[in-house]
C-alpha cells in the first residue's frame, strides 16, 4: 500500500523542476509520480511524441488549435504549465 508520504515524496520530487512540453508537463509529471508509486507508465506510449502545446494538443486529437477547438479546453484545457512558468 502506498502511504500518503510515499506520494508527496514523489510529487514533490517530479513537480519541482520547470515546465517543459513532453518531458515535464502535466501530463508527464503525473504519470512520472504514477510510475515512481506504482512501476508502470501511463504515459508510455506518448512520450517523446510532443515537444510544443500545439503538438500535445494534437496528440489530445484537437489538432493545434487547442482550446478553440475544444469547448472544454476553454475551462482550462492544456493551459497548466502557465502555472509553472511555461
Known amino acids: 500500500m ?3 508520504d510515499q506520494v ?3 510529487v514533490l520530487t ?3 523542476g ?8 502535466c501530463c508527464t509529471s503525473a504519470s512520472d ?4 508509486l506504482h512501476g508502470v507508465d501511463p504515459m ?3 512520450r517523446g511524441q510532443y515537444t510544443t502545446e500545439a503538438g500535445a494538443w494534437r ?5 493545434a488549435a487547442g482550446a478553440h ?4 479546453g476553454r475551462a482550462g484545457g492544456l493551459s497548466c504549465g502557465r502555472g509553472r512558468g511555461g
Not at 520547470?18 to 508537463?25: C, E, I, L, T
Open 2 to 4: 502506498v502511504t500518503h
Open 8 to 10: 508527496m515524496d514523489a
Open 14 to 16: 517530479h513537480m519541482r
Open 18 to 25: 520547470p515546465f517543459v512540453w513532453g518531458a515535464s508537463d
Open 33 to 36: 509520480v504514477f510510475q515512481a
Open 44 to 46: 508510455a506510449p506518448l
Open 59 to 63: 496528440w489530445c486529437g484537437f489538432g
Open 69 to 72: 477547438d475544444n469547448p472544454a
